[in-house]
């Protein structure tokens, strides 16, 4: 078929050629330049084929065979290089074959590229919002579980001191209520003040407001108050300060957050007798912060998803941690309002190396809602961990 006898299948944008029995091209019609950018005489006889994907062209060349036999018409979708053949250029091309005479075909040809993309898109964003929903709903499943633990204990040991029902209680007992009712409405509270801050991180409205504040100060009154739950915990809580470590420019209380919730963590997944190292040094015109323990560490499988909004790693009901899961969400948040980046170390049973890298002017503009990234790795070897800077290693008391 000529080019002429084509024309009048081809639409806006849409090239209609014709092959012979051999899938050489014979005539073609169209817009060939706007969506090859070539002229149409070089897409004559093979000059179509050379422009297909490796990959795809068995596909062509079934489809040409196929429609020039006469089986029932059918619609590919191709990988074709736009441009010369050097150009590394590929469009997503539609092919509707048919046949056309005895031994013959043609096929219309359009650009998908934007569909597929979009297409591609939509699919994804299906598989995250499923992904999501599941998260959600496991997270739901396991703040009820954070908030009934502590909720029963605040009711029954109520009812036990309100009531003349066991008896007398003595002093000793009291005080012991007493302190299990203030312990559970106090990890309560840290429940709410972590949600509330997670509200306010995803909504665009927790503002950092840089200044320049005592950097040493900061890391030493943090690591003094959780000095004593580490020491509830049987767990040793070391700072090492490198000397050059010392006033910096940054949202202060993003910083003391930041520092708590990894410490927290870090102590809340170590067991009795181990170690939870916090450590602080200059790079260059950065800060790392890192803190280092000695705990039950991250499979595999969790590191990538570590960070995300309502993801919890070894979340099921029975086990023997404590917590919402939002720690490592709440930091992440911070330290991408920060201009920061977080690098994660870990591996089951090989403890778990968390380092947040700050700049010590933060006085730079970061766009709201900015979420640092996470580069996550199994753990290495401990000697493989050591810093060359030189610290000030100070052991607390319990």
Request: net charge negative; hydrophobic share 45%; proline share 5%.
């Amino acid at each position: 078929m000529q080019a002429a006898a084509l024309a009048p299948y081809a639409a806006l944008g849409d090239v209609v050629v014709s092959f012979d029995a051999q899938a050489n091209v014979v005539a073609s019609c169209g817009d060939v330049a706007s969506l090859l950018g070539v002229a149409p005489e070089a897409l004559l006889n093979d000059g179509l084929f050379v422009r297909i994907h490796v990959a795809d062209r068995p596909l062509f060349l079934k489809a040409i065979s196929d429609a020039s036999r006469g089986f029932a018409p059918r619609v590919e979708w191709l990988r074709v290089r736009r441009g010369g053949q050097r150009a590394e250029h590929f469009l997503d091309v539609e092919m509707r074959c048919a046949r056309d005479g005895a031994d013959a075909c043609m096929a219309i040809l359009r650009d998908v590229t934007d569909a597929r993309a979009r297409e591609e898109e939509l699919s994804r964003a299906k598989v995250d919002a499923e992904e999501s929903s599941v998260a959600k709903d496991r997270f739901l499943a396991t703040i009820s579980h954070e908030l009934r633990t502590p909720l029963n204990a605040i009711i029954g040991f109520s009812e036990i001191l309100g009531s003349d029902a066991v008896g007398p209680i003595s002093d000793e007992r009291r005080r012991e209520y007493a302190k299990i009712i203030r312990d559970s409405g106090e990890h309560l509270l840290e429940i709410v003040n972590m949600l509330l801050d997670m509200s306010k991180l995803e909504s665009g409205t927790f503002e950092v407001e840089p200044e320049p504040f005592d950097l040493r100060g900061l890391l030493g009154g943090v690591c003094d108050m959780m000095a004593i739950r580490a020491a509830q915990a049987d767990v040793d809580l070391v700072r090492e300060f490198s000397p050059d470590v010392a006033d910096i420019v940054s949202d202060r209380r993003a910083c003391r957050q930041i520092l708590i919730n990894l410490i927290n963590n870090a102590i809340k997944f170590t067991p009795p007798r181990g170690t939870v190292s916090v450590r602080a040094s200059r790079v260059g015109g950065a800060l790392d912060l890192i803190v280092e323990d000695s705990g039950v560490g991250i499979s595999a499988d969790d590191l990538p998803r570590l960070g995300s909004p309502f993801f919890q790693a070894r979340s099921t009901y029975d086990r023997p941690y404590e917590g919402t899961g939002l720690g490592l969400s709440v930091v992440r948040r911070l330290v991408g309002l920060l201009g920061g980046t977080i690098m994660i170390e870990s591996g089951p049973n090989a403890g778990t190396l968390v380092t947040v890298r700050l700049p010590f002017d933060g006085r730079t503009d970061i766009a709201p809602g900015a979420i640092a990234p996470i580069v996550a790795m199994p753990r290495q070897p401990r000697a493989a961990l050591l810093r060359s800077a030189v610290f000030e290693p100070v052991r607390l008391s319990a």
